[in-house]
């Protein structure tokens, strides 16, 4: 299977802990993207990153939260003294070189926080 | 503030008949729309997209329309068959060009159900 994946796919932690997820994107994508969804809302735009450089972040990324793609291949989201209002489905995508606007989703981490 | 707006939170379809998905967006700096479609417990998958210079784009059983005076597009989807049931997302970027990001700006989703 050559699609995006995504571990773990479901994460039950208490207030105040901290958490990490995995995305591995498909092999010769360049371009990695993290959203989250919300119960009934579309995915929201986290953070962007071409090879090894994040170059955007989205408002909603708070102190708390911090992304890495160490060397242009896989990527990791770590959130910090998790909050109720973290609980969330969080999404990896990942799409190719420049000029390319269709991005392949992974199944998404299925966060609840209590 | 609402960029992109599907205003219909679920339709249902006879199947065999059209599906008609509606989208609806504010910023006029989008330059690229797409269709997502979502299963419960999935990620969305990428189903079609369209480019601000065409009005049309068609694949199989999937036609985008997009209407740029009207910042309104459709997916129509004939003949509908009970496996399209699922949540479609409309979807816009425009590229950020300081980061060269195209990052995605979604609908709350249409939820389809097609009745065998």
């Known amino acids: 299977d050559t699609g995006v994946s995504q571990d773990p796919r479901h994460k039950i932690t208490k207030r105040g802990q901290n958490v990490t997820f995995r995305c591995d994107p498909i092999s010769e994508h360049n371009r990695l993207y993290w959203y989250r969804q919300t119960l009934g809302q579309g995915p929201e735009f986290l953070t962007y990153f071409q090879n090894e450089a994040q170059l955007e972040k989205s408002r909603l990324l708070s102190d708390r939260f911090s992304a890495e793609r160490p060397k242009g291949s896989f990527s990791t989201l770590e959130i910090q003294r998790t909050e109720q209002g973290d609980s969330a489905m969080y999404l990896c995508a990942s799409s190719l070189v420049q000029g390319s606007h269709e991005q392949y989703f992974g199944p998404g981490t299925r966060l609840t926080v209590t | 503030d609402q960029q992109v707006k599907q205003n219909s939170p679920s339709l249902s379809v006879q199947e065999g008949r059209i599906s008609i998905l509606n989208c609806d967006y504010t910023n006029s700096m989008f330059d690229y729309f797409l269709w997502y479609k979502k299963y419960p417990a999935e990620g969305p998958t990428f189903l079609i997209s369209i480019s601000s210079i065409k009005d049309k784009n068609e694949d199989g059983r999937f036609t985008v329309f997009l209407n740029k005076s009207a910042k309104h597009l459709s997916l129509h989807i004939v003949p509908s068959q009970p496996g399209d049931s699922a949540v479609y997302f409309c979807?816009?970027?425009?590229?950020?060009?300081?980061?060269?990001?195209?990052?995605?700006?979604f609908g709350k989703g249409t939820k389809l159900s097609v009745i065998p």
């Open positions: 979807a816009a970027s425009a590229v950020n060009s300081g980061a060269g990001s195209y990052q995605l700006t």
